[in-house]
Nanobody
Framework: QPQLVDSGGGVVQSGGSLRLSCTAR????????VGWFRQALGKEPEASLA????????HYADSLKGRFIISRDNAKNTVYLQMNSLKPEDTAVYYC????????????????WGQGTQVTVSS
């Protein structure tokens, strides 16, 4: 059964870095657009933070201001989200999602979802 497994979350101090991983099982991730989303406790889910398309072009939310970098390793069937200069407001559960469709800017366009990984940034 196809699934996504996201991992790499943890507790980090403000200004620190984390790298999240999104690994596909049962399908080949290189043919999919992959997006990262997040939801903070008690808040609505945010629009896509970072997207990497099947042609490896990328899109980032303006609010990230170059702090996050999305990449993929096809040999490992994995997409990464490198998060730098983390701030307390980055604290949330982070989810990766994959789609072969064209509606990649909203959550409803994605077919497969990871289970989420908690990122906590302490001040």
């Amino acid at each position: 059964q196809p699934q996504l497994v996201d991992s790499g979350g943890g507790v980090v101090q403000s200004g620190g870095s984390l790298r999240l991983s999104c690994t596909a099982r049962g399908f080949t991730l290189r043919w999919y657009a992959v997006g990262w989303f997040r939801q903070a406790l008690g808040k609505e889910p945010e629009a896509s933070l970072a997207i990497i398309r099947a042609d490896n072009s990328t899109h980032y939310a303006d609010s990230l201001k170059g702090r996050f970098i999305i990449s993929r390793d096809n040999a490992k069937n994995t997409v990464y989200l490198q998060m730098n200069s983390l701030k307390p407001e980055d604290t949330a559960v982070y989810y990766c999602a994959a789609t072969r469709g064209s509606s990649i800017m909203t959550q409803s366009g994605y077919e497969y979802w990871g289970q989420g990984t908690q990122v906590t940034v302490s001040s």
